[in-house]
């Protein structure tokens, strides 16, 4: 019988407390901070991309974030968990599960699931990596908002009971890599050593990983000096991967990965880890399975190209020699990944619960775990590194008190 061991989650979300900002910000901001007001909702999906109309007289009830100019609402599949049925509905705080943004029913919901740790993404109003904080005109308050979030995130929801259990991530401010980096550098003095960044900031009209003033190395030094990993969830870049406006949102289910893969390529193709060989990345719900043709494609372009054209490969070393100690990928399934860990390494694998989402595997996780770890034939040693030992490394996890 496979034994599996506590498990550690490197991609979980919380849903922000309605109370987050409006708790922490200068009085004179009540009536343009983050704020939750109850309406009916009808909600649509396009393209890859959500719609919404507020106060439709035939919509359902919603808690809707207003902040500034913003008006977004909160969605069922940001906290699916509970639910027997999964759509792209309108929910309100009474009917999501108490977990999904409450401290001790998180650790009641994580031990009742074999989880002893879990790397907390934000997920609704920030979206998943302080996107809503970036569109905004009023820099200032954007700024007090990301640092109110991320006191709230160090502070209060991995503080007390859930120290060494719920991992502290935090976000920066997108528009300034310079404020990015003091941002980095102030969490990491309270205590957090994750940080949230777009899978690709082009589409958020910022510059790509390749632009040539180097545009991200402050936020990626302060990683480096401070041994921070770099998270990016699939998403991140505000738009989901789709094939015409007319798909079905099953369509960009199932290619979720493909921002993922853009951006692994994105990042060894860049030369960034040249740069920074102390950077640790992880793609958040990106899987695994699609990574071991993308490597022998990097490679072969890197063996047949001239590597002093724009035609080639522009590095000194074999793409695939920057996955080591560099890359993490993160599964919740993905027995295609596990069957072909050998050819993606399997120090570079790690495990998601990622609750209270609609691909979550709350409440059988460990259930999951033991599927996909049998079928794919993992040794008890890759067993351990699966669920607990990479995400240990990965996250510096010592730094928690979880050490084995």
Known sequence: MVEIPRIISVDDHVVEPPDLWTARLPAKYADR????????????????????????????????????????????????????????????FDQIRPGAWKQRERLEDMDANHVEASVCFPN?????????????????????????????????????????????????????????????????????????????PHPLGLPSVHSPDRHWDPLFAACEETESILNMHIGSSSKMPSTSPDAPFAVSS??????????????????????????????????????????????????????????????????????????????????VGLRNRDLIGMDQICFEVDYPHADTTFPRSKEVATKIVTNAGLSDDEIYKLLRANAIKGWGLQRFGIDR
């Open 124 to 200: 609704v109003l920030p979206r998943f990596c302080g996107q809503a904080f970036l569109e905004r005109e009023d820099k200032e308050l954007a700024l007090l908002c990301v640092q109110a979030y991320n006191d709230w995130m160090i502070d209060e929801w991995c503080a007390g009971d859930g120290h060494g259990r719920l991992i502290p991530m935090t976000i920066v401010p997108l528009w300034d890599p310079l404020l990015a980096a003091e941002e980095i550098r102030r969490c990491a003095d309270k205590g957090s050593f994750a940080v949230a960044f777009s899978e690709n």
């Open 254 to 335: 199932t290619i979720t990965f493909a921002n993922a893969m853009g951006s692994f390529c994105d990042y060894i193709l860049s030369g960034v880890f040249d740069r920074f060989p102390g950077l640790t990345i992880a793609y958040a719900e990106g899987q695994v399975g699609w990574m071991p043709y993308v490597i022998e494609r990097m490679d072969k372009l890197w063996e047949e190209r001239d590597s002093t054209s724009d035609f080639g490969v522009q590095l000194d070393r074999r793409p695939s020699s920057y996955i080591p100690g560099h890359i993490y990928g993160c599964i919740f399934d993905d027995e």
């Open 33 to 92: 901070a983050p704020r939750v007001e109850r309406d009916r909702a009808r909600f649509n999906f396009e393209g890859g991309v959500f719609s919404y109309e507020k106060g439709t007289a035939d919509g359902e009830w919603c808690d809707w974030w207003l902040y500034d100019d913003l008006v977004y609402p909160l969605p069922k599949l940001s906290a699916a968990v509970g639910f027997d049925e999964l759509d792209v509905t309108p929910i309100t």
